[in-house]
């Protein structure tokens, strides 16, 4: 596996750039910059094993700079990304015996040579871009948040990318855009890896791509109708076509917002053949015993929600089904993901093969109420029918979610956030959870 630290390729593509390009006023002028601060406490409690949960705190600090372009034709810019994170409290030792340990590191921070969470990580991100009119190149640190693709914001630090996309809005209403990713830096993690999927990435086998091409359009039919499609394609693992709507209804009374999706996903390269696969280009799910075709990537996924809006009021009512052999297939390093689903809870995504599951939420703004900044919500998974040995298997999440902003004072801006989870099933390999997260942001201007 190929493993790198994430500036290494990024600062080469300032070679790109024009001797002097930082000459010109719109490449200050224009220019932002901010610092993020975020303090991360995460408590899992593992419930069904005799096996250490999680436990660890820490303080990020995030440097973001964007610059403005250079006048011109085309105009010339530069982004950096510095992050630093810091322990504070992250015990256990993952070398030990799970019967020996109260509580498990490396969720939040990378690991010792000894098994023990680091003091501390760090990263930088650069990232080049050209504009032409209203079409805009990054070539660098990535963070993309697209239906084939989206990056995972859940610990200290954000996954980043590396690679090269292009976005174009030439035509009124229309927004085109096309990629190349390469690599992957974890949540928690200062090297960046090759790109891989659930099920090939693990034993002596485990196999990567350093391809992953996609492409799509957004479609803005009217202010109320989105329209989407996207591809997405790990060289070597799997090709994948969405299709998406997104239509918000004024009702006499309230508004209706609904949300409708399509994945149709099939096999590319070596995991279309036999050879291949017993290479370890193969994908988790369930094929039967002695099948021909198994871990071969097989699946469409199809999911519709429904959310009722009235006076700060939304209650929302889904449904997703997977039909296929293999699970969903999305780039998956196994330190977490964020598929595009209607299903994407705080622990659980409910994506095994075969797997149909409900979806029922309830949130509240109590701006409403006289209490601005203050928002609270529900959500409620329950997965069944998913594929397995023996017999079909369930699971189901309950998801509780509480966010304040200070409004005024010394402390203003100061985002707070309380995230309580339970996941039950009897999946294979599934392990009874709860889980805390409490988490405190705060962003300081500084251009």
Known sequence: MHKRFTCGLTLSCLSLLPAGYASSQGFFEDSKASLNLRNFYINQDVRNEDRGGVEEWGQAFVLDYKSGFTEGPVGF???????????????????KPI???DRRPGSVFPLESNGKARRNFSRLGVTAKLRFSKTVAHVGTLLPKLPVVSYSDGRLLPQTFEGAQVTSNEIKDLTLIAGKLEHSTDRNSSNSDSLSIAGANSGSKAQFSNEFYYGGADYKVNKDLLLQYYYGNLRDFYKQHFLGLVHNWALPVGSLKTDLRYFDSDSDGENSSASGRAEGYVSSGYWGAGSSSQGEVDNRLWSALFTY??????????YQKIT???DFPHINQGNGRVPYLITNAQMGKFTSAGENTWVAGYAYDFAKAGIPGLKASLMYYSGDDIDAAGSDRREWERDMRVDYTV???????VGLTWRNA??????????DQDENRLIVNYSIPLL
Do not use: P
Not at 407 to 413: A, C, E, P
């Open 309 to 318: 809006s009235l006076d700060g009021h939304a209650l929302s009512l889904g």
């Open 77 to 95: 810019g530069l982004d950096l990304l510095g992050q630093y994170a810091l322990r504070l409290d992250a015990g256990g030792d993952a070398d």
């Open 422 to 431: 339970m996941w039950r099933g009897n999946d294979v390999g599934q392990r």
């Open 407 to 413: 409004q005024s004072g010394l402390f203003k801006g």
């Open 324 to 326: 296929g052999n293999s």
């Open 99 to 101: 019967s020996e340990i």
